[in-house]
């Protein structure tokens, strides 16, 4: 009980209070409490989600004060933890009446406005309490959150520096404009804004985690380290920060280090499934796939639905050459998030090595319906089509794809190549002057797919007419 103090109250004289209250409850005595000391033990059950103690102190002390509205008000807020958002609205309503400058009750309202998703009237109310408030940086913060969870980014931030120029101490605000920063893109502004904050208070272990977090948006990562050994150097059990170091690090390719650090977050916090995932990740970028399945096993014990690790168990099979065992693990990652394009990718990569030729089509195509961002899907879909001697619907799936990615040289390399062997030279050619256009290099992968060409005289005098040609 030691770590809650109220306002008003010593943590000593809060812990006494605290005590004659449950033993209270326990006998069925009656003891006298001020209004003060309800208000904070009320809190105290709150904030522990004991909710059926909070409702005896709140029945017990609206009893004996039954016109506090300050007493209402903690009523209105355990009504909304029971989802009775209208009856605590109602309530509060009343309390409005007689007591409109209370800067709790609009900090209320506004908080049951947000658990039902209706911002703009959260927010309205947050307004109302600002002038009224002895707290205008939790004020600000509680807006700038609004802002932020409708998606307007630039209004939070303006709101939570806001809440950092009151109160320059508020790790709250602190931690959500680099949210704020990541959403509008301005990592340059955070890193400034971090660096004049650290300045001022070169102590404060958030600012150095936020500018490594700002490092590594830009993949600065070398510097992200070097911020977060800072904050681990002010608050040597700051987990996060381990993780987001070791994170860094395995950018870098430094996995060893990587998989220390991560470990040593074990010694501050729980073990987290998420962070045997990453141990795994380096194992596997390492290719200790042994250790490596290791750790993504100990990450689906900690949580079975880590749909991540169960892909990593499918690749690294496939990598040991245990293809078949493989697609268990696949399948099942596919199960727990059926909408991951990359899921199904390798899924389809694995079920073109057993030779399903028709599975493996279909969940390419699964992949291309899920919006899949880059263009590989197409060249490997295009292959899977043209080993199975469909050379039209080949052709069709690399159309589809330089539609898609119109500066991706690799397709028109490919279709170049398509166009040739169907006999087709001079379409051929045309897609074989576009793709050296784009990238003169990527020329030696169409030889290396087709290496007649270069018994091709045409082929190669077009190839060699690019060699030299300026940017």
């Not at 949210?179 to 904050?197: D, P, Q, R």
């Not at 045997?276 to 796939?289: A, K, R, S």
């Not at 090595?353 to 319906?369: D, M, N, W």
């Amino acid at each position: 009980m030691s770590e809650f103090e109220g306002d008003g109250l010593s943590s000593q004289d809060f812990e006494k209070s605290l005590k004659r209250f449950e033993d209270m409850i326990s006998s069925g005595s009656q003891q006298f409490f001020d209004a003060d000391e309800l208000e904070e033990i009320i809190d105290y059950y709150m904030q522990w989600f004991n909710l059926e103690l909070a409702k005896k102190a709140l029945d017990f002390a609206l009893d004996h004060y039954p016109y506090s509205s300050s007493l209402k008000i903690k009523l209105a807020q355990y009504l909304s933890s029971q989802h009775k958002t209208h009856e605590a609205l109602s309530l509060l309503n009343d309390v409005e009446q007689v007591e409109s400058n209370n800067a709790e009750l609009y900090m209320t309202r506004g908080y049951i406005y947000s658990q039902m998703g209706l911002s703009e009237q959260a927010i309205q109310n947050y307004k109302k309490a600002l002038p009224l408030s002895e707290y205008k940086d939790e004020v600000y913060v509680a807006i700038g959150i609004e802002f932020l969870n409708d998606d307007q980014a630039e209004d939070a931030l303006y709101y939570l520096k806001k809440a950092i120029k009151v109160n320059s101490d508020n790790d709250v605000a602190l931690n959500e404009l680099s949210l704020c920063y990541e959403m509008t893109g301005k990592s340059e502004e955070a890193i400034s804004f971090y660096e004049n904050y650290i300045d001022e208070k070169p102590y404060n272990h958030f600012a150095w985690f936020n500018l490594g977090i700002s490092y590594n948006r830009l993949s600065l990562f070398e510097k992200a380290i070097d911020a977060y050994d800072y904050a681990i150097a002010i608050k040597d059990n700051f987990s996060s920060a381990y993780f987001n170091k070791a994170n860094s690090l395995a950018q870098l390719d430094r996995y060893l280090e990587a998989i220390e650090v991560y470990k040593e977050t074990f010694k501050h916090e729980e073990p987290d499934a998420n962070t045997y995932y990453y141990i795994g990740e380096c194992y596997e970028n390492l290719t200790q796939y042994e250790e490596a399945l290791v750790n993504y096993n100990r990450a689906i014990k900690l949580d079975a639905a880590h749909a991540d690790a169960w892909l990593g168990i499918g690749i690294v099979l496939d990598y040991q050459n245990r293809i078949t065992e493989s697609i268990h693990y696949i399948k099942k990652a596919i199960e727990i998030n059926p909408n991951m394009p990359e899921y199904w990718y390798v899924f389809g990569e694995v079920q073109h090595k057993l030779g399903f030729l028709e599975e493996a089509a279909s969940a390419y195509q699964r992949v291309i319906e899920l919006g899949y961002n880059e263009f590989d899907v197409f060249i490997d879909y295009a292959k899977l089509l043209y080993d199975g001697g469909y050379y039209k619907d080949c052709e069709k799936v690399l159309a589809e794809g330089i539609q898609k990615f119109p500066d991706a040289p690799e397709l028109y390399y490919r279709m170049s190549g398509l166009q040739m062997e169907l006999g087709r030279k001079q379409e051929g050619m045309v897609f074989l002057e576009n793709a050296l256009e784009m990238d003169y290099d990527k020329h030696s992968d169409l030889l290396e797919y087709l290496p007649i060409l270069e018994q091709d005289v045409a082929v190669m005098q077009l190839i060699h007419s690019f060699k030299n040609k300026p940017l």
